[in-house]
T-cell receptor, first 116, second 117 residues
């Protein structure tokens, strides 16, 4: 079974600075998807960024980018120019590429605080 | 975009009663729906996977007779917590697969906070 590990329960960053959230995963599969989700206090899950394992290029979405190291099974999230609205729980998640019933496996989450 | 509407957002019920949570896909057909449970300050734990027109697949340790899942149509999936007890108090979230979009992604409902008193 796949596992996702987030080793940072809490992180803090100053507004306008850059922060990197860590995620590692364990799998024997070669094709899969990785995600970062944000859960603000409203508890609505919001997709931040997605990476297909077959793509070597790291995904980027505006201020959010990932460092995907397939051999090391590492998938970190970098948030640049942090804003107060970035404060939330961030979950790393893994999905097998095995069809429509493929489920998400979540890490334990990292709580990000953004300070002035 | 693909939206899943989840109701109710909050519910308080008495111990021993049943509560139904609904998730509706508003602008697409959700062939597969996932139901999660989230305890305070913890991650999302998958409870079950439901496919339209067939029985749900429950994760190990989840009581299928207590958490009844129905996915009778392509736009509606329900989770019924039967004979609820205080330990069932939690945050429940549904999620629909968006694999048909080619994005490999999912869309989530806004969650239901269940409190059993």
């Amino acid at each position: 079974a796949q596992t996702v590990t987030q080793s940072q329960p809490e992180m803090s960053v100053q507004e306008a600075e850059t922060v990197t959230l860590s995620c590692t995963y364990d799998t024997s599969e070669s094709d899969y998807y990785l995600f970062w989700y944000k859960q603000p206090p409203s508890r609505q899950m919001i997709l931040v960024i997605r990476q297909e394992a077959y793509k070597q290029q790291n995904a980027t979405e505006n201020r959010f980018s990932v460092n995907f190291q397939k051999a090391a099974k590492s998938f970190s999230l970098k948030i640049s120019d942090s804003q107060l609205g970035d404060a939330a729980m961030y979950f790393c998640a893994y999905r097998s590429d095995t069809g429509t019933a493929s489920k998400l496996t979540f890490g334990t989450g990292t709580r990000l605080q953004v300070t002035l | 975009g693909a939206v899943v509407s989840q109701h109710p957002s909050r519910v308080i019920c008495k111990s021993g009663t049943s509560v139904k949570i609904e998730c509706r896909s508003l602008d697409f057909q959700a062939t597969t729906m996932f139901w999660y449970r989230q305890f305070p300050k913890q991650s999302l734990m998958l409870m079950a996977t439901s496919n339209e027109g067939s029985k749900a697949t429950y994760e190990q340790g989840v009581e299928k007779d207590k958490f009844l899942i129905n996915h009778a149509s392509l736009t509606l999936s329900t989770l019924t917590v039967t004979s609820a007890h205080p330990e069932d108090s939690s945050f429940y979230i549904c999620s629909a697969s968006l694999l048909w979009t080619g994005t490999g992604g999912y869309t989530f409902g806004s969650g239901t906070r269940l409190t059993v008193v």
